[in-house]
C-alpha cells in the first residue's frame, strides 16, 4: 500500500526566501509524481508533474525533482511571495490493482501548509 | 481547454436525507473520473474512479454510490447521509497515465 509523507506540516518564511518543501513515498513503482496547490476552500490547482523518468521538472519560480529509488521528490520555490502561502500537496500516481492496467490512482500527502510574511 | 465543473459549491443537509453531486467536464473525451473525499486533518481518500460510462469502482465501502450516466459526466450519490459523509468532496479526471490529473472547485458537505 502506497504511503505519502509531506514535511515539514507547516512552514512559515519572510518573503523574498527560497524553501524547499518534502514528499516521500514508501512505494518507488509509480508513473509520476504530481505537486498541486491548494487555496483555503478551494479545489486542487495543478503546478508540476514529474514523470518516473525524469529527475525534474521547472516551471517559473517552481522546480521539481524526483528520486524514484529513494522515494522522495523535492518542491523547490524560489524568491516566495506572499501570495505563495497555500497548502502544498504532492501525489503519488500507480495502477489501480483491478483496472488490469487501464487505470490509476493518486495517493495524497497530508501537504504543507506554507505562509509567506510579507 | 478542458475545464470542469462541480456544484453545488456549498451544502448542508439532515442526517438521513439524499444527497447528489455533479461534476461534468468539457472539452475532453473518454477521461477517467474521480471522487474524492478530504476530510478535516486527513489527506485526499480516493472514494470512486471510473474509465467509462457506467463502469463505477469503489475503493472503500461506505455509505456513497456513484453513476456515471455519460461520458462527462460523474455523480456522486447517498440514499441516507449519516454525520461522518460531512467533508470536502472534490471531482478529478484524467485522459491517461501520463498526463496531469485537474480537480474540480470542490463542494463542502456539512451533515447535520
Known amino acids: 500500500k502506497q504511503e505519502v509523507t509531506q514535511i515539514p506540516a507547516a512552514l512559515s518564511v519572510p518573503e523574498g526566501e527560497n524553501l524547499v518543501l518534502n514528499c516521500s513515498f514508501t512505494?518507488?513503482?509509480?508513473?509520476?509524481l504530481q505537486w498541486f496547490r491548494q487555496d483555503p476552500g478551494k479545489g486542487l490547482t495543478s503546478l508540476l508533474l514529474?514523470?518516473?523518468?525524469?529527475r525534474e521538472q521547472t516551471s517559473g519560480r517552481l522546480n521539481a525533482s524526483l528520486d524514484k529509488s529513494s522515494g522522495r521528490s523535492t518542491l523547490y520555490i524560489a524568491a516566495s511571495q506572499p501570495g505563495d502561502s497555500a497548502t502544498y500537496l504532492c501525489?503519488?500516481?500507480?495502477?489501480?490493482?483491478?483496472?488490469?492496467?487501464?487505470?490509476?490512482?493518486?495517493?495524497f500527502g497530508k501537504g504543507t501548509l506554507l505562509t509567506v510574511n510579507p | 481547454s478542458q475545464t470542469i465543473h462541480q456544484w453545488p459549491a456549498t451544502l448542508v443537509q439532515p442526517v438521513g436525507s439524499p444527497l447528489s453531486l455533479e461534476c461534468t467536464v468539457e472539452g475532453t473525451s473518454n477521461p477517467n473520473l474521480y471522487w474524492y473525499r478530504q476530510a478535516a486533518g486527513r489527506g485526499l481518500q480516493l472514494l470512486f474512479y471510473?474509465?467509462?460510462?457506467?463502469?463505477i469502482s469503489s475503493e472503500v465501502p461506505q455509505n456513497l454510490s456513484a453513476s456515471r450516466p455519460q461520458d462527462r459526466q460523474f455523480i456522486l450519490s447517498s440514499k441516507k447521509l449519516l454525520l461522518s459523509d460531512s467533508g470536502f468532496y472534490l471531482c478529478?479526471?484524467?485522459?491517461?497515465?501520463?498526463?496531469?490529473?485537474?480537480f474540480g472547485q470542490g463542494t463542502r458537505l456539512t451533515v447535520v
Open positions: 501525489a503519488a500516481l500507480r495502477s489501480l490493482a483491478d483496472s488490469g492496467g487501464s487505470n490509476y490512482k493518486l495517493t
Open positions: 471510473s474509465v467509462g460510462i457506467g463502469q
Open positions: 514529474i514523470q518516473s523518468s525524469q
Open positions: 478529478a479526471w484524467k485522459t491517461g497515465r501520463n498526463t496531469e490529473a485537474f
Open positions: 512505494d518507488s513503482a509509480i508513473y509520476n
